[in-house]
């Protein structure tokens, strides 16, 4: 049964909410450069004694500082219960005001500190300050050389814009508040594309950022769910692939973006980190993400989904889990819907709606579709659907870094040839032909020899007697 939105944020306010920092200080407990940096940077404080003879902070805020930075994170919290406002200006006026970038780590470090807390969060946003002036003045600092403050000024705008609410706001407020997170979500876009050492602390971020719906979009919109199914991809620490899946299933809560993420590798990415984690937490959120992306689409949406998941194997996955016993029953709920779900979609799952998710996750495989003459005679014609969409697919793979994809769709491309009449004229016309004759020089056996045979069945009428001679030759 699914979960109602307000159980499912209930649970999630209970991660991202109520002071509870659990995932940020699991992340913590990673080597990483970005929290390496931050344990050094906690041990350099700093003085604010130049920036008052400077007259860079007012008296009121040298004041607040001084007694501030000398009490520890708790002692911090208190005060800005106290005062919230004179926190926000303090951090408002030092931030804009500095120029060293040891100082500046230093004090974003000491303001990300204490933002882990909810209500701390909920205390500074609800000056005006916080929602205009605070937040800006973090977005300017996106444009610095230093990496480290970039990012923790990127978290503190996630932790404070998850939360801000438009009431109240004039309308020039309002838009110069959507500017600056645009500009939140281009540097943060590309910060997870480019800056691996710092990814902790940009998903830390983007995790509380994800909350509202809106957000979602926006970050979905820009692309940015790209980088993220990359970055799953390569071999990262459990608690970073949790973080980044995460950010996933918050994603999947928007039934607009469900809809689109199909047509994403995010699955097969999803499938391959499930197969290969033994961590219960990666685990947990996977299924999670797993069974929104089937109750909250549409049926024929839901079904694309459930080829994807039994093609990437998931589905042994969960038949071991299935035999284990597990304490989150909110793990075993998500684990024994799938299961069923799956097993269910498995009996209806024809031999072309498999291939047809197969070619479109652009990763192949040698399994026994591919070499069956009934599968072809039955099903080549369904490759001219959507304007050849299956060949153009096709076509494509063969410029994939992929070698064992690369050698099948040559594979398929002579087959499709061989099946269907018309064939020969079809592929030279979508560039297939010349894109496989850039193969045939390969220096990787298996390529070269389904390149040469899809050639030979483009070229020749003959192609089980040409086939066979290949076959002996490279005997």
């Known amino acids: 049964m699914a979960k109602s939105a307000d159980v499912v944020f209930k649970a999630l306010d209970a991660v991202l909410d109520a002071g509870d920092t659990q995932i940020e200080r699991a992340a913590s407990s990673g080597v990483n450069k970005f929290t390496m940096e931050a344990q ?66 230093f004090i974003l470090t000491v303001l990300s500190d204490v933002t882990e807390d909810y209500e701390v969060v909920c205390l500074l946003v609800s000056v005006p300050n916080a929602r205009t002036q605070l937040c800006h003045i973090l977005v300017n600092l996106f444009y610095r050389n230093d990496i480290y403050s970039k990012v923790q000024a990127s978290v503190i705008f996630a932790r404070l814009s998850a939360y801000l609410k438009e009431e109240g706001l004039s309308a020039a407020q309002v838009k110069e508040y959507k500017e ?28 509380t950022f994800l909350r509202t719906d809106a957000h979602r979009e926006a970050f979905f919109n820009n692309n940015g769910i790209k980088p993220i199914v990359t970055n799953l991809d390569r071999r990262l620490t459990f608690q970073l692939q949790y973080q980044l899946i995460f950010c996933v299933w918050m994603l999947t809560f928007n039934e607009t973006i469900i809809d689109k993420l199909k047509d994403e590798p995010v699955v097969l990415a999803l499938c391959d980190v499930l197969r290969a984690t033994s961590r219960e937490k990666v685990k947990r959120v996977i299924l999670a993400a797993f069974r929104n992306m089937l109750e909250k689409s549409t049926k024929s949406v839901a079904d694309q989904f459930a080829g994807q998941m039994i093609h990437f194997k998931s589905l042994p996955v969960l038949t071991v889990m299935m035999k284990q016993t597990w304490q989150d029953a909110d793990l075993q709920s998500d684990l024994e819907f799938l299961s069923e779900r799956l097993n269910n979609s498995l ?61 099948v769709a040559a594979h398929d491309l002579g087959e499709y040839v061989r099946f269907y009449p018309r064939g020969k004229i079809t592929v030279e016309q979508l560039g297939g032909k010349e894109q496989v004759m850039t193969l045939v020089n390969s220096t990787i056996p298996e390529v070269r020899m389904q390149a040469l045979l899809a050639i030979q069945k483009m070229m020749v009428q003959n192609w089980e007697y040409l086939g066979k001679q290949l076959e002996t030759g490279k005997a």
């Open 40 to 105: 050094d940077i906690r041990l350099r404080p700093i003085t604010l004694q130049d920036l008052y003879r400077g007259n860079l902070i007012s008296d009121d805020a040298y004041g607040y500082g001084e007694k501030f930075l000398a009490v520890d994170v708790d002692g911090r919290k208190k005060f800005i219960g106290k005062d919230p406002k004179a926190c926000v200006d303090f951090f408002s006026a030092v931030i804009e005001n500095i120029k060293s970038d040891t100082s500046l780590q």
């Open 180 to 207: 600056d997170m645009l500009k939140y979500l281009s540097s943060t876009i590309s910060y997870l594309g480019s800056q691996p050492d710092y990814l902790d602390g940009i998903t830390i971020g983007l995790m």
């Open 347 to 407: 009996q209806d799952l024809s031999s072309y709606d498999e291939y047809l998710t197969e070619v479109k996750s652009l990763r192949l495989e040698w399994s026994p579709v591919h070499s069956s003459d009934k599968f072809w005679r039955e099903n080549v014609m369904k490759l001219n659907d959507n304007d050849h969409e299956v060949l153009k697919l096709l076509v494509e793979i063969l410029r994939s870094q992929n070698l064992v994809s690369v050698a």
